[in-house]
């Protein structure tokens, strides 16, 4: 049989297998139709098998197994094999007249298929058979199930009464000629099939969007798309692609809403009229990836059967509609056409012989997922380690040594996908040996060329966080040798032939397990040959074959299981003894050991990258110096004193001009894990606390050469000139040198923090990734779930960070005691006394279900920005996650009567979370320090009152509708006139009137209350309001905020009237410069979540609700500063200020950015004292851009009320990005200058008391700014909370 077209495809079907064979088939007669039933198993509920039988041209019977892993409480690992055959008439087993793909004949009359989760067996027409019968093959744990149906009886299909059950319709075709253009010789012409004028679904399409968008640009009597919001706008995208060789065309629609994505797909091309014609697709993440079934089954396709696959009907010849929802739609559609009828079949692809292509953009998950950092590679990983059938060791180390030779460095999330997949491999998580093998010498010089070229990229890193991964990823790279694959090969042969051991068809002494390790050395050798080689020679030792099992479990984690797999990965059982794998008992030859001994050197030299002495002795001749040499060998003999870590850190500092070199590169790792494992051993609560500050000196040496991290460097400096140099002109261990060494201990501990926990989400990301791929349709291993879900914390546990955090926690509590600080640190003391049930969390939840409450809150984390929600009336988080006392957390938690307060007693904390669910009265002491006690029953039934009441409990926010705007931008002269139009910030600021340049206030004007809104009544935002109306409705916040700021509309009026106000003040905006998303961004924030639940918890009605927006150029500020003009502090003077003071903008201070700021104490002047709570170790600063730039700053009629603060509810955004530097403490006047440090902190005392003589003496908390000029800036002050 010939094909409707010469030369268009190169698929082979059983058409063409039935074409070379010679054979002929005849004329279908039937258009194909469905049938389908269900299967139970005897004995498992749960497992069931769905069948369905496609009867036409051909007969396709596809059976799809649910449940059976489950049901018989199986692992990841499971195979599962159809065993089938034909049914005769006397209900003999007989053999199939031609094999279905991928079925294979096991004996005379039995055939099996492998069916992981379904399989379709496909029969010509004239070889269908009546019936087949079957029973499902599970392999498991080197065990066999036999799974049968009810009653234990075979599972039989008859397909001629399961086709019956679905009458085709008759077609009389013929077969087919070969032909080209518009004639089939003997056919006759064919024809172009017709078809409506009209497509229905694709008209509705089309006319909702023409609808929308008209309504957009304000035409057709101004309709608007009703219902219709912005996220569910129909956008359509179209285009047409030739056939090859010019024979007809395709054109299609993708129309994408909010909710689903549906594809159209029409073809014009001559065809008989016989003939059926079927889309054959595959999904893709992306345009040119790896075909796969679609997530969720789409209504009229058929899986084809190779678990990538699926087709569709063309009907009429003409158009198929498919319908995916958005969450699940794949990233671009592929596809060919695929023409069959009368015998004959044709595969048809596009213009110049590639498939069909439909991307689908935006509007589908994947695509939406595609512009990612990194995702390139994230994708080809996945399919790899899931989808591929082919895949092994050496292919991956392939594939990473070709990611590490691009040009450009790796990313972040680059560096975590090669890790993540070398760290899993290296646990044998992912395959190493799947259907594909190699030559030892191959893999050999693929691990040399990775090892030359990670070292390149990892010189290349200049960000910390990718060194890290990319050190994690050394640690997993074996060192290969280019020269040492043929010596594995000959190797092994030499000891067989020495020792006369059966090689092959040569005679000798017969060792089932030499001979398989022989063929695994040949084509798979890898580095668990290294675990396999020590076992066997444990064996040799004892003679007892346990011992060699097991030592290769202890040294690579390699089960009898994993090494009974190897024998049908890549390579065979070349002993015809049915053994499986290695997992075979070997012959006791102890002649044998001391060839063996040698030959572990040989593998340890070629895929040893973490053995300490073969890394020494591989980088012989690379040394800088003989004398590096020694002290390398030196360290590998004492590689388990306590004494080898300052020869360790010695080495690589010698060695740090070298890394470039590959076996360098790995001796420095495997240098670091070995200071590491000795660290490890040490019992830091018996050392004194000079020799644990000794002991974390040598920990953070070594961390900096590891990470060439600028922080890190600056850290280190504070820490050595408090520990080893002038201590910083104060006594070691007194109270002043206790909180300065504690300032260099917390930014230490900030950094390891920020580090472990970046390196944890990204790997975790990847493994998640990983996870989901394998549980994708279609996917060929999944890797084992409890492995990835862990997978992130576990990795970053191997880091130096997590052990310089360990020592800190040792550390840092004697530092606090040395300084005069217990346990606890109070930054709002609440009632006093707090009752209520204790609950263990991770972080506060944005709100508590209804009614419940009071709560105890003992959480892990605290980041400042969080809204207190009602229902809490204690919050006790560990003191690694401490909050400045002026943080908008802190101002919430005493507006709200909040007990919080940190503790740096792990055991404190831990007996609170054991008490979860306990009720307990919580007191503050004279000191700070918080107890806890059983409340009686008085205290109980009272307790109710302890806790904020939200707005379902009766208490309410009044919040008032301000009047319309008077203007469209108000200067700051005209504040006090218009007041109820402006916010507390805009309006206290008018309030300040400095004399004799004693401080400034910022130019300033504001965008009045009530301009957002009488934007959304503007006819070019009509559109624009009503969609807004509707996503507030859905509560998808962030969806909402994103629209704002994309979408509304700024007039020209108004963008002309905020420059000429800021030009007339004296701080111009800049011309070209996009200052409007700024503005727009302010406006959004009302929907942030916290906000949201704010407004719920208080009761505010949304409407009522409204912001201000706050415009002032950016201070180039040398310190911030905020001041409680009265100390808030437990037992303070009620004469006494607080002030708080960071390096750089006010951002670090008030957003509680990991570390802490100076905080102190200040007096009167008469008789006043100075005492300094805390020093700064926020590790980074953030600072003006070096041209200048302004602020947007939010001004709410919801802040500053009588019971409410709500600091920092709304945001305030800069025009451009404001950069984040770290900061050098160890020459920071603030820190050591303490003239300066007191004169500075004198000055903002006194501004203090300034500003409350404008405000009638009332207490207030003022934020401003040091210029570099030493001037003062007042940028906002409000009655103190």
């Given at each position: ?1199 500053d009320l009588e019971g409410f603060a709500g600091a920092g509810l709304y945001d305030s955004i800069t025009v451009a990005p404001c950069p984040h530097r770290p900061v050098a403490y160890a020459s920071e006047p603030l820190v050591f200058d303490a003239a300066f440090r007191n004169k500075l902190l004198r000055r903002l005392f006194d501004l203090g008391r300034l500003v409350e003589a404008n405000f009638n003496g009332q207490p207030q908390d003022i934020e401003g700014a040091v210029l570099k000029d030493g001037s003062l800036v007042v940028l906002q002050s409000r009655p103190q909370v």
């Open positions: 049989l010939k094909p409707f077209w010469p030369n268009s495809g190169s698929r082979r079907s059983y058409r063409e297998r039935e074409r070379e064979s010679g054979e002929r088939v005849e004329a279908s007669t039937h258009v194909a139709r469905c049938s389908t039933m269900q299967l139970s198993f005897d004995g498992l509920g749960e497992a069931s098998a769905h069948v369905s039988v496609m009867a036409g041209v051909r007969t396709e019977v596809k059976i799809g197994l649910r449940g059976i892993r489950r049901s018989l409480h199986l692992g990841d690992q499971v195979g599962c094999e159809l065993h089938w055959a034909c049914l005769d008439d006397t209900g003999a087993w007989t053999a199939p007249a031609a094999q279905p793909d991928g079925s294979r004949s096991v004996d005379p009359v039995a055939s099996r298929i492998e069916c992981r989760f379904d399989c379709v067996m496909g029969f010509p027409k004239d070889m269908t058979p009546k019936k087949i019968v079957f029973v499902v093959v599970v392999h498991a744990n080197g065990q066999q199930h036999w799974l049968k149906a009810p009653g234990g009886s075979d599972f039989v299909l008859d397909l001629e009464e399961l086709a019956a059950q679905a009458p085709p319709t008759p077609v009389a075709l013929t077969p087919l000629s070969p032909g080209a253009g518009a004639s089939f010789g003997t056919l006759g012409a064919v024809r172009v099939a017709e078809r409506p004028k009209e497509w229905p679904a694709l008209k509705a399409a089309m006319a909702a969007t023409a609808s929308t968008n008209g309504a957009t640009n304000g035409k057709a009597n101004g309709a608007t798309a009703k219902g219709k919001k912005k996220a569910d706008k129909p956008k359509v995208t179209q285009g047409v692609t030739d056939l090859e060789g010019g024979i007809g065309k395709v054109a299609w629609h993708v129309v994408t809403f909010a909710e689903a994505l549906t594809v159209f797909v029409e073809t014009s091309l001559p065809l008989p009229e016989q003939a059926q014609l079927f889309l054959h697709m595959g999904c893709q993440a992306a345009p040119g990836a790896e075909w796969e079934l679609p997530e969720e089954p789409l209504e009229g396709t058929v899986p084809f059967g190779d678990g990538k696959a699926t087709r569709v009907p063309m009907s009429g010849q003409s158009r198929a509609e498919l319908k995916f929802k958005a969450k699940s739609a794949p990233g671009a559609l592929a596809f060919v056409l695929y023409a069959c009828g009368g015998g004959g079949e044709q595969w048809l692809k596009a213009s110049g012989g590639g498939d069909f292509g439909i991307p689908l953009g935006e509007g589908s998950a994947a695509g939406a997922a595609v512009a990612g950092p990194g995702e390139e590679i994230a994708r080809n990983f996945v399919d790899a380690e899931t989808k591929y059938s082919h895949w092994s060791q050496f292919q991956r180390l392939c594939m990473v040594k070709d990611i590490f030779c691009r040009p450009e460095p790796l990313n972040a999330t680059e560096a975590a996908w090669v890790a993540c997949d070398l760290r899993l491999a290296n646990q044998k998580a992912l395959e190493w040996y799947r259907q594909r093998g190699y030559q030892p010498k191959d893999m050999a010089h693929c691990q040399e060329a990775l090892g030359g070229a990670m070292a390149t990229a990892v010189g290349a890193a200049a960000d910390p966080t990718t060194r890290a991964l990319m050190r994690l990823a050394v640690r997993a790279c074996p060192r290969g040798n280019s020269s040492g694959g043929d010596a594995i090969r000959h190797g092994i042969l030499n000891i067989m032939r020495t020792h006369g051991i059966r090689e092959g068809h040569r005679p000798g002494i017969e060792c089932k397990f030499i001979e398989q390790w022989h063929q695994k050395l040949h084509t798979n050798s890898a580095p668990d040959d290294i675990a396999i080689c020590e076992g066997y020679l444990a064996f040799l030792s004892s003679g007892n074959p346990d011992d060699l099992f097991r030592t290769v479990w202890e040294r690579a984690s390699i089960t009898r299981e994993d090494m009974a797999k190897m024998a049908g990965c890549g390579f065979k059982d070349h002993t015809k003894s049915g053994a499986a794998g290695l997992n075979v008992n070997p012959v006791h030859l102890p002649q044998l050991y001391n060839d063996m001994q040698g030959y572990l050197g040989l593998l340890k030299h070629v895929h040893g990258g973490t053995d300490l002495f073969a890394l020494c002795e591989g980088c012989k001749g690379q040394y800088p110096d003989h004398g590096c040499e020694c002290l390398a060998f030196e360290i590998f003999h004492e590689r388990d004193s306590p004494f080898v870590m300052g020869k360790i850190i010695d080495l690589r500092r010698r060695l740090e001009s070298c890394l470039w070199k590959r076996d360098i590169l790995m001796l420095d790792v495997a240098l670091e894990d070995q200071l590491r494992l000795v660290a490890e051993r040490q019992d830091l609560g018996s050392m004194g606390r000079d020799d644990l500050i000794n002991f974390m000196g040598c920990l953070l040496k070594d961390l900096q050469l590891s990470r060439r991290d600028p922080s890190v460097d600056m850290g280190l400096e504070l820490f050595f000139r408090l520990s080893e140099g002038d201590h910083g002109g104060a006594q070691r261990w007194g109270t002043d040198w206790c909180k300065l060494m504690l300032a260099a201990c917390d930014r230490l501990s900030v950094i390891c923090a920020g580090v472990a926990d970046t390196v944890a989400e990204l790997l975790q990301s990847c493994a998640d990734r990983l996870r989901a791929g394998g549980e994708r349709p279609g996917a060929v291993f999944r890797p084992d779930p409890k492995i990835l879900g862990t997978f992130g914390e576990e990795t970053a546990r191997c880091l130096s960070e997590r052990l310089v955090a360990q020592c800190l926690r040792g550390l840092q509590p004697q530092l606090r005691r040395g300084a005069g600080l217990g346990p606890w640190e109070l930054v709002s003391a609440g009632a006093g006394v707090t009752v209520g049930t204790v609950e263990a969390m991770k972080a506060l939840p944005v709100e508590l279900p209804a009614g419940k409450g009071p709560i105890l809150a003992v959480t892990e984390t605290l980041t400042g920005w969080e809204d207190i929600p009602a229902g809490i009336s204690a919050v006790l988080l560990p003191a690694a996650h401490a909050v400045d006392v002026l943080s908008h957390v802190a101002i919430r938690a005493r507006n709200q009567k909040v007990l919080l307060a940190s503790c740096d007693d792990d055991a404190l904390l831990a007996e609170l979370r054991g008490k979860n669910g306990a009720k307990l009265k919580l007191s503050v002491g004279p000191s700070g320090d918080v107890t806890w006690a059983v409340p009686s029953a008085n205290e109980l039934a009272s307790a109710g009152g302890s806790a904020p009441t939200s707005a379902a409990g009766g208490k309410q926010l009044a919040v008032k509708r301000p009047p319309a705007p008077p203007a469209l931008v108000l200067p700051i002269s005209k504040f006090e006139a218009h007041r109820k139009s402006l916010g507390g910030k805009s309006f206290h600021l008018s309030e300040l009137k400095p004399k004799g340049g004693e401080y400034q206030v910022p130019p300033s004007a504001t965008v009045p209350f009530g301009t957002f809104e009488e934007l959304l009544q503007d006819p070019a935002n009509e559109d624009f309001r009503e969609q807004l109306e509707e996503l507030t409705e859905e509560g998808e916040w962030a969806k909402v905020r994103s629209f704002v700021v994309d979408e509304l509309q700024v007039p020209a009026k108004l963008e002309a009237a905020v420059v000429e106000q800021m030009a007339t003040l004296g701080a111009p905006i800049p011309a070209g410069v996009e200052w409007q998303r700024a503005l727009k961004g302010v406006w959004a924030s009302k929907w942030t979540d916290r906000a949201v639940s704010s407004r719920r918890q208080m009761g505010v009605p949304e409407d009522n609700l409204v912001l201000a927006v706050l415009v002032q150029p950016l201070a180039f500020a040398s310190y911030a500063f905020v001041i409680h003009t009265r100390s808030p502090m437990a037992g303070a003077n009620k004469e006494d200020a607080l002030v708080e003071v960071v390096v750089g903008l006010g951002e670090s201070l008030v957003s509680n950015s990991p570390g802490r700021a100076l905080s102190a104490s200040v007096g009167p002047a008469a008789g006043g004292a100075i005492e300094v709570h805390t020093y700064p170790s926020k590790p980074t600063g953030v600072f003006t851009p070096e041209g200048g730039t302004h602020i947007f700053r939010s001004d709410s009629n919801g802040e």
